[in-house]
Nanobody, 119 residues
Framework: QVQLVESGGGLVQPGGSLRLACAAS????????MGWYRQAPGKQRELVAA??????NYADSVKGRFTISRDNAKNMVYLQMNSLKPEDTAVYYC??????????????WGQGTQVTVSS
């Protein structure tokens, strides 16, 4: 079992920055991928950014503004968000794809952290 805890959300003015962090803990064997998703009120959850062992990918709406990074030694993933816009307002969720020692892969989600961009 893997637990994910996000931090770093809050209220920021348009054009501002926030840095989200997600810490994975528990019986960690091999984390294959980590990523950030977001869900705004009345909308479906959508991918923001994800990182595997060698690649990153971003939603078109955040390219050039957000940067995902991963610290494998600490089992953490970060999301640096710059030039924030009101449409970035959402609950941001951390997701982890974990391969257990039985070789099966499992998906885990964090509880979410609120990001509000407003003047």
């Amino acid at each position: 079992q893997v637990q994910l805890v996000e931090s770093g959300g809050g209220l920021v003015q348009p054009g501002g920055s926030l840095r989200l962090a997600c810490a994975a803990s528990g019986r960690i064997f091999s984390i294959k991928a980590m990523g950030w998703y977001r869900q705004a009120p009345g909308k479906q959850r959508e991918l923001v950014a994800a990182v595997t062992s060698g690649t990153t990918n971003y939603a078109d709406s955040v390219k050039g503004r957000f940067t995902i990074s991963r610290d494998n030694a600490k089992n953490m993933v970060y999301l640096q968000m710059n030039s924030l816009k009101p449409e970035d307002t959402a609950v941001y969720y951390c997701k982890c794809r974990h391969q257990a020692d039985n070789k099966y892969e499992y998906i885990y989600w964090g509880q979410g952290t609120q990001v509000t961009v407003s003047s």
